[in-house]
């Protein structure tokens, strides 16, 4: 009997460890807010030849502003506005990205550094892939593989009408 005991601890111990439910909740939370953005196209998304151009464009025209209702704004709304928070400013640098360049990039979305350490994961900041390298598209910080929880391709990301 101790032995079957302990066999079934170690089985529960194993699917608690594998289990990836948190993770799951995470990812079809915010599944539902980056899928299905349109791409908003503009003659000035022509004139940047690499990431850093697109970058400075980008900073040049929008200012980073708190969210507190945490919207996902459309591309062509964060440019004529010209505010957003992190994941508006990553959307729409993957958006000007893509017509200057024709590159797809990702959208990443980075782990709290205080949860991991606790062993919970929650999202805190979004940021690209471009070029294989993961950035921070307004200060250009680099982070690395594994501070991010997701990523989402950029087909996923604007799979909205253009």
């Known amino acids: 009997m101790k032995m079957i005991r302990s066999m079934l601890q170690l089985l529960l111990l194993g699917f608690v460890i594998s289990c990836d439910l948190p993770y799951e909740y995470v990812d079809s939370y915010f599944e539902k807010k980056v899928e299905g953005h349109s791409l908003y196209d503009n003659a000035l998304?022509?004139?940047?030849?690499?990431?850093?151009?697109?970058?400075?464009l980008v900073?040049?025209?929008?200012?980073?502003?708190?969210?507190?209702?945490?919207?996902w704004q459309e591309p062509e709304l964060t440019w004529t506005l010209g505010t957003g928070d992190c994941e508006d400013i990553a959307i729409l640098y993957l958006n000007i990205l893509?017509?200057?360049?024709?590159e797809k990039g990702y959208l990443a979305l980075v782990r709290d550094a205080k949860e991991v350490v606790t062993g919970g994961y929650t999202v805190h900041h979004v940021i690209v892939n471009v070029g294989g390298e993961y950035r921070d598209p307004v200060s250009w910080a680099l982070y690395g593989r594994d501070e991010i929880q997701y990523e989402y391709y950029f087909d996923r990301v604007f799979s909205g009408s253009m």
Request: overall charge negative.
């Open 45 to 56: 998304f022509y004139g940047p030849e690499n990431y850093s151009q697109v970058r400075t």
């Open 59 to 71: 900073r040049d025209r929008v200012t980073w502003t708190e969210d507190p209702e945490k919207i």
């Open 98 to 102: 893509y017509f200057a360049t024709g």
